[in-house]
Structures are given as C-alpha cells and as structure tokens.
C-alpha cells in the first residue's frame, strides 16, 4: 500500500500495487549503521530520507516524485543537505531503511500503520473510479450505480475496492491486476490506464495519488472520482503521514511543526501533481483553498 509491510500494506501494496524484489540498497549521501534501542539518532546536518528508487508518483531516484520535492522543502527549511536511501517498495523496506538507521523518515506513510510512528497527517485521500471523461459512467460516486452493471471494470487484486465488486456483482466481468509487481519494470496503475485509454476496459479502481496522477498524464482526457460513499466494506479512505522511528520524539515534533507551517505549499504541490485530497468533511481541497487540512 508492497512499499513495506504496513503501509506498504494497504496503501502502496495494496493501493499502488508496487513489487516485492530483491534488491541491493542504493545510499546517496550518508550511510547508516545498525539498529540501536532506543536511541534518538537524527543526523543534523543531513535530512535523510527513506524512498523507493522507482514510484512515481511518489518518488524515484531522480527526484521527480511529489515526496521528492516535498522533502526539498523541509530540507531548505532545517537549512540541511537532502540526501537519500532508495529501496525497491518491498517486503523488508521499513527494516533496511528506517529501521537500520540509514535514513530519518519515510515521507508517505498510513495513519496507524504500526511498524513506525506517525506524525500528523499531511493528506488524505481514497480510492477512486477512472475512466474516460466522456464516457457515460465518468463522474459515478459510488461502485454500487447502475451504471457500471454491464462494464468491464479494471482493479488491483487483492485491494479493498475488490470487496465491493464482490458485494456489487461486478467482479466477474472485472479484470484483475497484479498487486505485486517489481517497480522497477512495471506498474499496474499505468497498464490499467493505459487499457482504459485502449478500451480494452471501461474504468479501473485505484487508489487516488495513482488515479489522479496516472489520469492526468493519459494520452486522451480522462477523470478520476473518489469513491467516498461506499458502506458496508472497508473503508478506502487514508490519512497519509510521515514515518519516524519509535524512539525520535523530538524529531517527530519538529515534523509536525513544519507540516503545520507549510501545508498550504504541501497541499500545492499535491494538486500540481493531479493528487486528489480531501479535508475531514470529504470535501476536495483546491487552488482556491490550500490552508485546509486532512
């Protein structure tokens, strides 16, 4: 949700579908030594960040992804040297990376997720339905519409959206994707959009920051709308956090303030990206209003 067990679970793993590879660590900039208690070991001249070489819209090793440009802007705040470790978002991420003190934070992350702490959010965003924008079912709200009974109906296998193909009778006409992929090759978000644009399928469910970005960069105009009103199944909305050790309080501290003092940059950049985010009322965070919160 994978990007790493947790998360890496249900957002990236499950929403963005990335791969499970083995792969060597790639350090730029200063390398980490081993795992020590409970020590709070943030480097001060170094903003050293956790990331996945090959993820956009995420990140990637040449700083094109909006995690990217967003650890460029606290980097310039802490007045520090951005510098990376990149891992293949897989199994074992959180443990080669955070955990072993290569690096100070993962910059996306799921509230809750339990194999770090959580700072404040930062976003929040849901699943969403893409489709052309003028097809007949662009704009639907919900997987239960009437609309979608007789269409062939993309989604990552084995994501919360699946459940309500299920419940809605729509999975037997659906196509699956993989939900482990290496990244470094491929990526079932794009295959998806790129199906949708072929025709080949009629929509496809992804999670948002893919839906958004992947829409926006397809070769004919598509939308991507958040499913925010599904019942009865899991929920396919997140808050997005960043992911510190246990042990790094202060550090987790001086996060939180800066992501106070720079949401409305944040929320900026999000939306340059095509990201879909929502405040807490479900209502979309635009242009016209970057000061509200996830």
Request: hydrophobic share 40%.
């Amino acid at each position: 949700m994978t990007r790493a067990a947790g998360y890496r679970l249900l957002v990236n793993a499950a929403c963005c579908a990335s791969g499970i590879v083995v792969a060597p660590i790639h350090t730029h900039g200063q390398a980490g030594g081993v795992l020590q208690g409970g020590l709070e070991l943030i480097d001060p001249k170094m903003l050293r960040v956790c990331a996945d070489p090959n993820n956009l819209p995420f990140s990637n090793d040449k700083g094109e992804g909006f995690e990217n440009k967003i650890a460029e802007l606290f980097a310039a705040k802490l007045d520090k040297t951005l510098t990376y470790t990149y891992y293949p978002g897989a199994t074992g991420f959180v443990r080669m990376t955070l955990g072993s003190y290569r690096c100070d934070v993962i910059m996306g992350f799921p509230q809750g997720g339990e194999l770090v702490q959580s700072t404040n959010p930062y976003y929040r965003t849901a699943y969403a339905l893409v489709s052309k924008a003028a097809s007949v079912i662009a704009g639907v709200e919900t997987l239960e519409d009437g609309r979608l009974k007789d269409k062939h109906i993309g989604v990552v296998a084995g994501t919360p959206p699946a459940s309500y193909l299920v419940a809605d009778g729509l999975i037997t006409n659906s196509k699956p994707y993989p939900l482990v992929v290496d990244t470094r090759y491929d990526s079932s978000a794009q295959a998806m959009v790129n199906d949708i644009n072929s025709g080949a399928i009629d929509a496809g469910v992804l999670w948002g920051p893919l839906a958004g970005y992947y829409a926006s960069h397809a070769a004919s105009p598509m939308k991507a709308t958040l499913l925010l009103k599904e019942k009865g199944g899991p929920h396919l909305d997140y808050r997005i956090v960043m992911g510190v050790r246990p042990s790094d309080q202060n550090w987790k501290r001086q996060l939180n303030q800066l992501i106070g003092e720079n949401q409305p940059a944040i929320n900026k950049l999000l939306l340059e990206y095509g990201i879909p985010i929502i405040n807490g009322s479900d209502q979309s965070i635009t242009a016209d209003d970057l000061t509200q919160k996830p």
